[in-house]
């Protein structure tokens, strides 16, 4: 991955706080949604109390860690949720001058909605022009939130993006079922690189 890529990822990148849903805001009606427990997946501020249990509840079902470094020199998260078919999460590990790889994470689609679906993995190297052409798209798919939307739905889908670096910056980013532009490409673009065949009307 190349230096000019690497600088501009790094200027995406906030402070790291991340913090449990009951510390989170409601902001739909003050303190009437408690939240439950949970790890501390979100920055302060990033998500609404609500989408946090939604968010959380799905990463935990795919067995995802909280997002933190690697030994590359940045770490992204891209959480797919779609209301009518599993859900998806990339990991990618971006490294300056080394290997930079992809894992991925979904469930059985014949029975996701079970509590006990069975979890599907993969995981690949990059070539460094994969690994290039990836960064150029997550930064065309930043700069952070400043103001997210805070609602959840269930009649499209939710696209999310994280990545820290070895600094503990941290960026958080959500489009719900986008159409187009760059959110939808980076999407798209993982979705190939994992080798996923999904027919046009799954992709949402």
Known sequence: MNAALVLA???????????????????HATDSYVGRESAAYFRAGTVDRRQ??????????????????????YSARFLWLRSF??????????????TSWLEWRTLDADDHT????????GGRTLSEQEADAIAEALIQAA????????????DG????LEIVDQGGGYCFKQVRSPEA????????????????????????
Do not use: K
């Not at 939604?54 to 997002?67: A, G, I």
């Open 52 to 73: 946090c249990d939604h968010f959380t509840r799905n990463l935990e079902r795919l067995s995802e860690p909280v997002l933190r470094m690697s030994e590359a020199d």
């Open 85 to 98: 078919h599993q859900p998806h999460s990339f990991t990618l590990h971006l490294e300056l001058g080394g």
């Open 181 to 204: 532009g760059a959110f939808r490409t980076l999407g798209a673009d993982l979705i190939t690189l994992a080798g996923l065949e999904l027919p046009d009307d799954e992709i949402y």
């Open 143 to 154: 700069p952070c939130d400043a103001h997210p939307d805070s609602r959840v739905i269930f």
């Open 157 to 160: 889908s939710h696209w999310i």
């Open 114 to 121: 079970a509590p006990d679906a069975d979890l599907v993995t």
């Open 9 to 27: 990822l790094a200027q995406v990148s906030g402070v790291a706080d991340r913090v449990p849903c009951h510390d989170h805001p409601d902001r």
